[in-house]
């Protein structure tokens, strides 16, 4: 393969953990270990005590501004998010311009990832964690045996609840290869799939890791591709994040609009940022990781409803860098309404929480990830779900103000807010409604246009889902809200550059 | 770009010491034209004080002084008539209009305006022949014709949006034929963007964004290799894509202007819009068959007067196009080309009156024309083959030098006619029959000896406008208190120093004040003559009779006959009941 700083010693077996846990032990590690360790970092409390008090300074503020003085409140309050808008759509601009000019993607071809002879190759750690899920289990079981890398090399982990009895014995009918270890993690509070995961990792014997959920469909050669990364890339990238895509775009409208909304991350925005100094979200499955790197970090938060956002964040604090895999791996989209916002109400929620979590001590989140990072986290976690949150609010009074012209808009929006506002709503919208057609251009999936045209309805769907976000993260900060799966219907993409 | 070391080699200065780089020869040019065009600008405008240079130029300061000093400064005063971006530019450096008066009052920052732009234009250029592969010799002296044509230096100085157009157009071509070669997005992207821009200078964009749409379009459809739906559907997206933020402009513009003025195309139904103008200069909008023949010839006669060569590159162009099958590079020519129809339609059909200024992107057209035809290689990118790889035999050199010389000998026919359209141009901006309403001005800034009678009047334009300002100046009166429709009276509005004291068009509550001047504190007025386009002034329209003898409205003050060919002129009139 050519001179690597790494050293190409074959490994058999991977490190065994220095000392047999016993299974209290283990779920104790999983779930509190990061909260011993670096309780800064670990979302098991929503907010710190400053976060706190500083929350309800300004809540009080607003509230006697709004007795005291209510115009002058009012326009202090849309001034602030009239800047914030302004400067998401400045950031946007940003990103957009670095996706159509340089995306930055680690490309392996399939000449390059069969290559490595298998003595050479690394034990890999693949974990699956499924909770009530019997009907898709089979899939990913057939899935991995699928893939290019040898069999003996494979440390399979599926985590099943120990209380789950439907997926235990559909897996145990589904009668899975001998490298498949079913682990059942003891119940426990947070029932969350991260501390799942945690306790798989306890266990895992892999140099590097990677996790897929109960409906992925990897490419083969993806494990591959991985390792020969790796062994190109610098120490300082830990992770490897590959695309997902869906392969079900057609079955309804919803499924097109989330098969646009994955193209426009993981074909374009993703490119965009990584190799940057802006913290990667980290898709939930297809993330390639060197297990070393994770243990040093703290594994997952248990705590955290979107555990792969928030390990992405810890890394990049860590010092570590992800870079883009360009391999796909197909999941099923959410084809039914309740069940998406259910599923986008969680996302929004973990969002929330890993931006509270990370601006606990913003100096010191500022210090790790540089300027550029800190602006770029903050756009990316904290203005999505705020801006989701707000939008409905301010088109309502845009309509209002169009329709009605009640006076107390005019008050609260001088002409310095209105104009820049004005000018952030529109711009910002069209550039939004343009971008779904840049990507479906560049993935060259024009039968999805039709489904971009209507993308507006998608985004009230997506406010619903953080409105909800916002109320379970007051009410019920770790509840983790099942997606159901398997709703999906065979369907063949016609993909074509 | 390259370090240049300053000091011969035996002095070794470090190279990090002295950091310059060569700009491109493309930022030369820019910097250089932007220079002179400036000079000039500042001559005529400062120096020789010819404001009637800038026309409808002086117009657009006024509206960007409105906006921002009138007595009801808002956004919207930018007026919906006419596209907002030449407006808006302006709006930056009216604002420093305390720094440097004659920003405003001699309307000096229109001039820059469009220096600034004309130098852009003649880098597109420069850079469209760069990327289409003409040698670089021929590159410098093409883009010297296009910036030393005579109609192109008038429209760089002279503060008129002709030169944002012309530039913003090049931008389209450019891009869209880099669409064309490569396949990026970011080309498509590009191109889609700056047709927006166009949209917003000039409404005349629209011809080009159909003209880029079905290009884009039928190139998508040939290139696509799949089944008819699928190409259908990809070609629709790519066109989608391409005239999304036109599309997005067209109707944001027409919204807002519906919500503000309650019309959506003012451009069309105004009452100072195109056709009223025509009506009210007596000429009709729908010609007879005769007249639309004698338009069109006198069309053709025009643009031949600029670029009298025009057929002749026509044939060259489409000759060497088809005869290397490179029919990307019809796109570029075939945009402006589509601009310039349209125009002609527009002069034809009566809809527009008949300027010279509307035929200005033949000249362009014909460089880029040019610049395709000497192109050393098609715009496909593969390079000329003239002999075969195989060992030259002294045939092979023969040839190679017999393709060599007739490219040159190509070169050198084109620079010279284009030098002779220079020429041309020269004497078709000086003629009055070409250059209608504008050449007199012209020639009496050219001139050296005693002028004629008709050029010195042509030199006067605005200076009566300036007289009425000072005259309302000097009597010291307060905000709000001296009504006028500014359509006409822009120049004095703007010239004034105290421009508060009117009431002007884009007041919100200038129809208010209209209909009741007493009650609102207005103690004067001032009507143009009801001549021409005097008849669409406001006050003249409110109150039939209003020039002649104050509509009922007030008493005479002060009568100032226009000094300039221009014949309207103004009367000031106290309103009867104000002190």
Sequence with gaps: MGATKRTRAPRRTGKKPVRTLSPAEATAEAVDGLRLRHPELSASRVLNKRQGLVILGIAAACILGFVVAPIGTGIAVSGCIAAVYLLVFASNVGVFRRLIHTPHVVSVTDEEARAIPDDQLPVYTVMIAAYHEPEVIATVLRSLAALDYPAHLLDIKLLLEADDDSTRSAVLAAHPAANVDVVLVPPSHPRTKPKALNFGLLLARGELITIYDAEDRPEPLQLRRAVVAFSRAAPRVACLQARLEYHNPHQNLLTSWFAIEYLCWFAFALPAIAGGDTPVPLGGTSMHMRRSVLMEIGGWDPFNVTEDCDLGVRLYRMGYRTEFLNSTTYEEANSDPINWIKQRSRWYKGYAQTWLVHMRHPRRLWRELGGRGFCGFNMLVGATTLTALLNPVFWALTLLWFFAHPTFIQSIFPSWVYFPGLASMIAGNFLALYVDFIVIRTAGRPELMKAAVLAPLYWMLISVGALRAFLQLAISPFFWEKTAHGLDRPQVIEAEA | ?579
């Design chain 2, 1 to 579: 770009m390259q370090a240049i070391a300053l000091r011969p080699k035996f002095v070794a200065i470090p190279r990090r010491l002295i950091r310059l780089h060569r700009p491109s020869d493309a930022l030369i040019w820019f910097w250089t034209c932007l220079v002179a065009y400036l000079a000039v600008a500042f001559y005529v405008t400062l120096i020789a004080h010819s404001q009637g240079l800038g026309q409808d130029g002086v117009s657009r300061v006024a509206i960007a002084n409105r906006i921002l000093f009138s007595g009801d400064p808002h956004l919207a005063a930018v007026g919906f008539v006419w596209s907002p971006l030449p407006e808006l530019v302006l709006v930056p450096l009216v604002a420093l209009k305390s720094v440097w008066p004659a920003l405003v009052q001699d309307a000096f920052a229109g001039n820059i305006v469009s220096a600034l732009f004309m130098a852009g234009a003649a880098y597109q250029v420069f850079r469209f022949l760069e990327e289409v592969g003409v040698p670089r010799w021929v590159r410098w002296l093409l883009t010297a014709t296009f910036a030393l044509h005579p109609m192109i230096i008038l429209y760089a100085i002279n503060s008129m949006s002709e030169a944002m157009f012309i530039f913003f157009l090049l931008l389209v071509a450019r891009h869209l034929q880099r669409w064309l070669r490569t396949q990026e997005i970011s080309a498509l992207v590009s191109t889609a963007f700056y047709l927006a821009m166009l949209y917003l200078t000039r409404y005349e964009a629209t011809a080009a964004a159909a003209a880029v749409v079905v290009i884009v379009g039928f190139a998508t459809f040939t290139r696509t290799k799949s089944v008819a739906r699928r190409r259908m559907r990809a070609a629709v997206l790519d066109s989608f894509i391409v005239v999304a933020p036109f599309a997005t402009a067209f109707v944001l513009w027409a919204l807002t202007s519906w919500l503000i003025t309650g019309t959506a195309f003012q451009q069309l139904s105004s009452s100072y819009g195109n056709a009223a103008q025509l009506q009210s200069r007596g000429l009709s909008t729908s010609l007879t068959l005769g007249q639309e023949l004698a338009a069109s010839s006198q069309a053709l006669h025009w643009m031949l007067a600029l670029e009298p060569f025009l057929p002749v590159v026509i044939v060259a162009c489409v000759t060497v196009i088809v005869w290397r099958r490179d029919w990307i590079a019809l796109a570029a020519p075939a945009v402006l080309g589509a601009v310039l129809a349209f125009m002609f339609w527009a002069q034809v059909s009566g809809s527009v009156l008949q300027l010279l200024r509307y035929f200005i992107v033949v000249i362009p057209l014909v460089i880029l024309m040019v610049g395709v035809t000497l192109a050393r290689r098609s715009t496909a990118g593969s390079p000329q083959r003239a002999t075969s790889r195989l060992e030259p035999g002294w045939r092979d050199r023969w040839l190679t030098l017999l393709w060599a010389g007739g490219r040159t000998v190509a070169a050198v026919a084109g620079i010279v006619l284009m030098s002779l359209s220079v020429q041309a141009g020269y004497r078709a901006v000086m003629d009055p029959t070409i250059n209608v309403g504008y050449a007199a001005e012209l020639q009496a800034l050219m001139q050296r000896g005693p002028l004629t009678h008709a050029e010195r009047l042509a030199s006067l334009r605005f200076v009566t406008d300036h007289q009425v300002s000072q005259y309302v100046d000097s009597l010291h009166l307060g905000r709000g208190t001296v009504l006028v429709d500014d359509f006409l009276g822009f120049d004095i509005v703007m010239s004034s120093s105290n421009t508060q004291q009117y009431v002007i068009t884009s007041d919100r509550d200038f129809q208010q004040v209209l209909a009741d001047p007493a009650g609102n504190g207005v103690r004067y007025f001032l009507v143009p003559s009801e001549q021409a386009l005097g008849k669409l002034d406001a006050i003249n329209r409110a109150y039939p009779g209003a020039y002649a003898n104050g509509g009922g409205l007030g008493t005479l003050i002060k009568q100032f006959n226009n000094v300039s060919d221009d014949t309207t002129n103004w009367r000031l009139y106290r309103v009867t009941g104000t002190g």
